[in-house]
């Protein structure tokens, strides 16, 4: 699949979040490198917020128990919306590019809601982790 | 299906949280998250409909939607673990499940609008 091909589909209307990367590329190798680079980006960024929430709640073990829960049960989620997601690509050669947009995709959306808990208010409701 | 408050055997877990709370306190649906899941299983079943004859593709967003139910329950109940056994509980833990039921909406909806030859469109028109 050449660069123009990701243009194409999002000219086609398509215009999830994953599209909004930018992953320009001569080879599909390319293109693979840059998804997968989004994607572990995105997850880099999630484990630095995991662990700064899990540090404030180191005092309070009933509820990092729950963090961890929540935790555990996104990442399956997050595998089998990706391969309910890249369903369509399995056997291409644009397969493991798709599966990194969805991963990307995921990712930062997780990234924003852990993002939220770092920056709510004492007195919040349903804001479980203490501020720094 | 996938729905919340009713005695369908499609339910896949109660959204109801018992709670410690007062007598005179419900644990009944509140009206919001009735509606924001009223619209999620609305938006499921236009693409599981748009799947009837893949079976397999099928499976994959049955899977990915009971991955999220569960998700969306683990994820409330750390939200409000700061609220546990106050009378508040249940209003804040639906307000969650609303804000996680009306994202899940959101995203569902994009594989309705997604073009067959658009990348990751798993239920093309």
Redesign the interface.
Known sequence: MRRTG?L??AC???A?P??ALDCPGETQAAMDQCADAAYRKADDALNKEYQEITRRLKDDT??AK??V??Q???I??R???C???????VGGT?YP??YS??LERVTS?RVK?LGV?LKCAEGD????VPGE | MFGHGSASPCRLSPTNVPTRARTGSTNAPRPTTKKADDALNGVYRDITRRLKDDA??TK??V??Q???I??R???C???????AGGS?YPM?YN??LTRLTK?RTHDLQ??L???D??????A?K
Do not use: H, R
Request: aromatic fraction near 12%; proline fraction near 5%; include cysteine.
């Open positions: 990701i194409i589909a086609l209307g398509f999830p994953a599209l009933a509820t729950l963090l829960s929540a555990k049960a996104w399956a989620f595998d089998a919306e391969a309910f997601s890249s369903s369509a690509n644009i590019m798709v947009y969805c959306a809601e808990y409701l349903g804001c479980p | 397999a593709t994959l967003l899977g990915a009971k991955a999220w569960q998700f329950d683990a994820e109940t750390f939200a409000n673990s700061d609220n508040i804040v307000g969650c994202a994009l594989y609008k997604c073009s030859d658009a990348l990751g469109c798993p093309p």
